[in-house]
């Protein structure tokens, strides 16, 4: 998980948690806002393990979304082992920043967004082909959902 920053059209600033599966490489979702406290992380990972189920371990950078209370508590309540990088060393977390470099190359830079929702609807549209059309090299040349479907079923 992470967050990447970037402005509307109208030079708003807007900010991205990115959260994918690490052993499938499956973007499992990005929420977009101007502002995401560690409520609103929270509740959008608890929306994520409905579908998902909860992971049993997390790993994550220092930023305070992740170090507070809020957080720290939501994880321990879930059973999750919050795996914390150190400072200054994005390459502990090198699936999460591939994935951030992808996403702003592919989405963040080719559009000037107008408002959140656009942000949201591109986004969204991205990462369908991205887990289901797009073989990653990582996987055998499968998408992130082909191989997860595959290592389910062995």
């Known amino acids: 998980m992470d967050f990447i920053s970037?402005?509307?059209r109208?030079?708003?600033r807007f900010r991205t948690f990115n959260v994918i599966d690490d052993f499938n490489r499956e973007a499992l979702g990005i929420d977009i806002a101007v502002s995401l406290l560690a409520g609103r992380i929270t509740r959008y990972l608890a929306k994520l393990a409905e579908y998902h189920g909860y992971p049993l371990k997390i790993r994550v950078d220092n930023e305070l979304e992740f170090?507070?209370?809020t957080f720290t508590n939501w994880a321990k309540s879930h059973g999750i082992t919050i795996d914390y990088i150190k400072p200054g060393s994005p390459y502990q977390n090198g699936f999460i920043e591939r994935f951030n470099r992808t996403y702003r190359t592919e989405v963040l830079d080719?559009?000037?967004f107008n408002n959140l929702q656009q942000a949201r609807k591109v986004t969204e549209e991205w990462l369908t082909i991205y887990n289901t059309e797009r073989p990653h090299e990582a996987l055998n040349n499968m998408m992130p959902i082909e191989y997860k479907t595959l290592k389910q079923a062995a």
């Open 6 to 8: 970037d402005s509307s």
């Open 67 to 69: 170090t507070g209370n």
């Open 10 to 12: 109208n030079q708003r």
């Open 110 to 112: 080719l559009y000037l």
